[in-house]
């Protein structure tokens, strides 16, 4: 997983601010050890209403990691075949 301690506690601070019962999950390229860039894909599993708690998560993570490409999904649906997909690679950060 290419992710520093900074990234991974600007990620886990933004999004349980935004809901602490949120699970996170990290996908795509950061993934891969032997990839180099790539922008950071999150998965956040949420009960809130999604575009909402996409935009103020996108927010806070501005704070906090301004300069980086954050591409997230919140979804509240296990079964969605995409999200399914994540989860077959996908790393849980929380």
Do not use: W
Request: glycine content about 4%; hydrophobic content about 40%.
């Amino acid at each position: 997983m290419r992710l520093n301690s900074t990234e991974k506690k600007a990620i886990k601070d933004s999004i349980l601010k935004v809901d602490p019962c949120a699970k996170i999950y990290l996908f795509g390229s950061r993934v891969d050890d032997n990839k180099k860039g790539g922008d950071i894909d999150l998965l956040v599993f949420s009960s809130l209403n999604a575009l909402e708690a996409k935009l103020l998560i996108k927010t806070e993570l501005f704070k906090r990691i301004e300069e980086q490409k954050v591409d997230i999904i919140v979804s509240d649906d296990h079964e969605d075949p995409f999200v399914k997909m994540i989860l077959e690679d996908g790393v849980q950060l929380i």
